[in-house]
């Protein structure tokens, strides 16, 4: 998927170019977010249309900026299916989107808009299973939506509990995570970033779910929130039915793209930021490198 061309480009076994196609369907221009296949023949994916300002909007930087700014959350996204062909099939369902701020960096020819996330904004996730079935959280609690490959809605599984309350402790990991990706960031920046968020409305409680994995054998991973430097993360696993089965942890340097088989599929990552495609056995709760 390209996502700066909105095209989606397809491959044989061989490595030989079989299609190229534009996705399509809105009258404005959207931002897309793809996320997998959904299915044999549907591409799933995050759509949001930017509402670009009209003639009779506010003019100037601060009418942009505000037209620009969600610091709640409010703007919709829609999970969307396309066709191999490009052309839109439907509207899977629709979530409130993250909390954004804008802001100006720079001056004059070396002026440039920054959107960033609201520290603790819940991001809604989506998945989907190789025979189409969609997988959907707000991220805003303990709980995702099931759509079968039609898209209808199967049914609506939530935990009886709610996602923790926000500390200090919290802002200041996220601080430190995100001081331009150092290690030891220092603790002036630190400080200033965190009055910087602290003028922020920054919601009460941490995100909740925050990735979703369907495996081949129909079961719901769901990926609970971890604060910046967490060494491990915890997933919540259901069964085909709904039924909560228990929990999993996994290291945080782990990006699970698949499960079946009884495999794990992950992208793992060292101290020196090098990626590697590595595949794991899991059975009974246990789990050993397989290659």
Known sequence: MDTRLDRITRFGLDGEL????????????????PIRMAGT???????????PLSPQDNTGLKGIIESMSDPLGSRVEHLVRHDLAGNLIDTVTQVPGVATVTSLQGAGTNMSIQIRQV????????????????????????????????????????????????????????????AGGRESPDDAEVEAAMRHYEEMSMPERLPGWNTLLVTDSGETWARRFAIQGAETVRWDVFGAEGSHLGQVRSPATFRIHH???????????????????????????????SS
């Open 259 to 289: 499960i079946g088989d009884g495999r794990l599929t992950v992208v793992s990552s060292d101290d020196l930021g090098v990626e590697r495609v590595e595949v794991y056995e899991y059975a009974n709760g246990a789990s050993a490198r």
């Open 18 to 33: 079989l299609a190229t196609a534009t996705l399509k369907g809105t009258d404005q221009a959207p931002t897309i977010r």
């Open 41 to 51: 023949s549907a591409f799933l994916s995050w759509m949001q249309s930017l509402n």
């Open 119 to 178: 520290p603790f904004s819940p991001e809604p996730a989506a998945t989907a299973s190789p025979e189409g079935r969609v997988a959907v959280t707000a991220g805003r609690s303990y709980g995702f939506s099931l759509h079968g490959p039609d898209g209808d809605l199967v049914r609506i599984v939530r935990l009886a509990e709610v996602p923790p309350v926000r500390t200090d402790a919290h802002v200041e990991a996220w601080a430190r995570g995100s």
